[in-house]
């Protein structure tokens, strides 16, 4: 299994909604990571967590609160959203081997916030 | 921090080789080089990476000049399926782990 699975695949919500983003694997990685996706623009990079710790914050609005309650999950819980936060949101676990590493993405999130 | 530089599109014919330069000439002595394409509404996927020697697999080559400041991305025979933004990224060591910076990528249109 090399997925990394993302659900839901669409979500539409409101700026006082409180939703969920899911991601899995079974890939047996330990690190995982939330990326942000806006139109013709490249993923920039939001939460890194390893060993189910998170490592990285690149400063992402409190509004954003990841998760990781083991090593296969990751959530990313999103509260009070702006319409600026609509963009596509990318799961990643990752395969150390080597001292070389290799992410491996999800399909992602498609958010709109009206 | 390695800064990569890449052309915003380039074009090539299906059954040619497709030919995806990078810069980065300020990339230390330890750090890899790494490619990854975007196909529309799909997450990256990781293609190949490479040190200092030229590495093969079965999606493309990567051929890094004897200086390490630039590299090449190959796909021997591109096909309309290789149609994606291919990005050139040298991770940074964020501490417990790497951070993966994505820049502007190319966008490698392959035509018929």
């Known amino acids: 299994d090399t997925e990394v699975t993302q659900t839901p695949k669409h979500l539409v919500m409101g700026m006082t909604n409180k939703k969920s983003l899911k991601c899995e694997q079974h890939?047996?990685?330990?690190?995982m990571y939330w990326y942000k996706q806006k139109a013709k623009k490249p993923p920039e990079l939001m939460f890194v967590?390893?060993?189910?710790?998170?490592?990285i914050n690149e400063s992402v609005p409190s509004r954003f609160s990841p998760e990781c309650p083991n090593s296969s999950l990751l959530n990313l819980h999103l509260h009070a959203l702006q319409p600026e936060d609509s963009a596509l949101y990318l799961c990643?676990?990752?395969?150390?081997?080597?001292?070389?590493?290799?992410?491996?993405f999800g399909s992602g999130t498609q958010l709109s916030v009206l | 921090d390695a800064k990569t530089t890449q052309p915003p599109s380039m074009d090539c014919a299906e059954g040619r080789a497709a030919n995806l330069p990078c810069n980065h000439s300020?990339?230390?002595?330890?750090?890899?080089v790494y490619w990854y394409r975007q196909i529309h509404s799909q997450g990256p996927q990781y293609i190949i990476h490479?040190?200092?020697n030229n590495e093969t697999n079965e999606m493309a080559s990567l051929i890094i000049t004897e200086d390490r400041k630039s590299s090449t991305l190959i796909l021997p025979h591109a096909t309309l399926r290789d149609t994606a933004v291919y990005y050139c990224?040298?991770?940074?060591?964020?501490?417990?782990?790497?951070?993966?910076?994505f820049g502007t990528g190319t966008l490698l249109a392959v035509q018929p």
């Open positions: 990643a676990s990752s395969q150390v081997r080597g001292g070389t590493e290799k992410l491996f």
């Open positions: 890939m047996g990685h330990r690190a």
């Open positions: 967590y390893s060993y189910e710790k998170l490592s």
């Open positions: 300020t990339i230390s002595g330890n750090e890899y």
């Open positions: 490479g040190l200092k």
């Open positions: 990224i040298v991770p940074r060591y964020g501490g417990a782990t790497n951070k993966l910076i």
